[in-house]
């Protein structure tokens, strides 16, 4: 089916276009909720004369979105729920949920305004899109944690509760081994200067020897029989 644009529709195109549909998405979203009229004639004739109006209307609710936009991006939404230690929650966080949360804080949202893909089933924080006009989206950070504590150490860190926990565990396990592994050093240094001694008192003791037992030293000429000293002097 063929229709006229009377505001921005992602992925379809811009206000006045006119582009072809499907004609259920046409017959049950786009028509009902005014957002596009049938590409006839006399529709074409109506949206010329109305374009400026139609224009106007849209900047201003543009602006007023834009305004909203800059409220939500100083929102902090937690939500407190329950979950196992692995992080899953007991249940999921929707959209409805979200639109509940907002609103909550000050700025009201409808439902269909959050564009979730799919239920947040984890803690966490997890940036979710919500659509204020067609021209217009803001990021909101939602905020999953088990208790206050929690959803602030997650803000802080950047990470999820879980994830913290797991660089916890990891950094007090590094430590522990850069510890054994400090100790096994120091026991090989005290070993390797225990046997540098022994090596030292056994060179020492063989170099003692060896000079005990030199030809030239006074307990080598002692050693020297009688009967040759006689004979050596008898012949001189």
Sequence with gaps: ????????????????????????????????????????DASRAQFESQRTQLEAENLKRRSEAESVATKIEELNISMIR???????????????????????????????????????KELGLNPIRVSLHPEVQVEVLINVARTDDEAAAQLERGLSITDIEDAAEAAELAVALAEEALAVADDKDAETEALDGLVDDEVAERIAADADGDDGSPEAVAEVPEDDAANESNNS
């Design 1 to 40: 089916m063929e229709i006229i644009l009377l505001e921005r529709i992602e992925k379809l195109g811009q206000m006045g276009e006119i582009v072809t549909v499907k004609s259920g998405y046409a017959r049950n979203y786009l028509l009902p909720k005014k957002k596009a009229l049938r590409a006839t």
């Design 82 to 120: 329950q979950a196992g230690d692995n992080g899953q929650l007991y249940g999921s966080v929707s959209g409805r949920d979200i639109a509940d949360s907002i609103s909550a804080a000050g700025v009201t949202v409808a439902r269909g305004q959050v564009l979730l893909d799919r239920p947040i």
